[in-house]
């Protein structure tokens, strides 16, 4: 099976515009969650999806919000970008058989690196 | 508040020696516990879990993981390190219907 795809790998934005980011999970699954790591904060939890909606959220301001298609990619999008923002991005989908934080195994992406200027 | 912490920013062992990277949580219950590996420019790999059942989990690469609950503690374990084994490891917990909270990493690097 392919694994899970990002794309774009690398972003380069300025600060107020948006931006968004695309997730495609790995054949099958159907849970698919976001990750910001910074060398500040470390590893961040943001949202997750599953059949397309969203069943939990991290401490993230409103300026970051997702979706997920009836196909279970996703999308990540971040408006009017503060310098903050600049990180990688990662997505990580699973079977989602069970509720969130299920006992599935999570698979990561490679991440989008985004960096705000 | 669920907290994850990892002692340790770096670690460094001679290869073939054995390796521990520490992990504690500072969580009542019974958390879910992970460990993930991240290669330089690559995203998170899994490495193992702990659900229930047997404290000692077994996982890929030839990774073990103890749980204490007394201690708090989740360390990762290998008993022969390789080279190929330098990276940045993550802990990981959940709680409850808290949020799935990582520690800060531990560089390992593995001195041949």
């Known amino acids: 099976k392919a694994g899970v795809t990002q794309t774009p790998r690398y972003l380069i934005k300025t600060r107020g515009q948006q931006v968004t980011l695309s997730c495609s999970p790995i054949?099958?699954?159907?849970?698919v969650s976001w990750y910001q790591q910074t060398p500040g904060q470390g590893l961040q939890f943001l949202f997750e999806?599953?059949?397309?909606?969203?069943?939990n959220k991290g401490n993230f301001p409103g300026r970051f919000s997702g979706r997920q298609f009836s196909n279970s990619r996703s999308e990540m999008n971040v408006s009017t970008l503060e310098l903050g923002d600049s990180a990688l991005y990662l997505c990580?989908?699973?079977?989602?058989?069970?509720?969130?934080?299920?006992?599935?195994?999570?698979?990561f992406g490679p991440g989008t690196r985004l960096t705000v200027l | 508040a669920q907290s994850v912490a990892q002692p340790e920013d770096q670690v460094n062992v001679a290869e073939g020696n054995p390796l521990t990277v520490k992990c504690t949580y500072s969580?009542?219950?019974?958390?879910?516990l992970f460990w993930y590996v991240q290669y330089p420019n690559r995203g998170l790999q899994f490495l193992l879990k702990?659900?229930?059942?047997?404290?000692l989990v077994k996982g890929s690469y030839g990774f073990e993981a103890e749980f204490n609950k007394s201690q708090t503690s989740f360390h990762l374990k290998k008993p022969s390190a390789l080279v190929s084994d330098s990276a940045l490891y993550f802990c990981?917990?959940?709680?409850?219907?808290?949020?799935?909270?990582f520690g800060t990493g531990t560089r390992l690097t593995i001195i041949p």
């Open positions: 969580v009542s219950g019974n958390p879910y």
């Open positions: 054949s099958g699954h159907r849970s």
């Open positions: 702990y659900i229930t059942g047997d404290n």
């Open positions: 990580a989908s699973s079977p989602g058989q069970t509720r969130w934080p299920s006992t599935d195994t999570q698979y």
């Open positions: 990981a917990a959940y709680f409850g219907n808290e949020k799935l909270t």
């Open positions: 999806y599953f059949s397309e909606t969203q069943r």
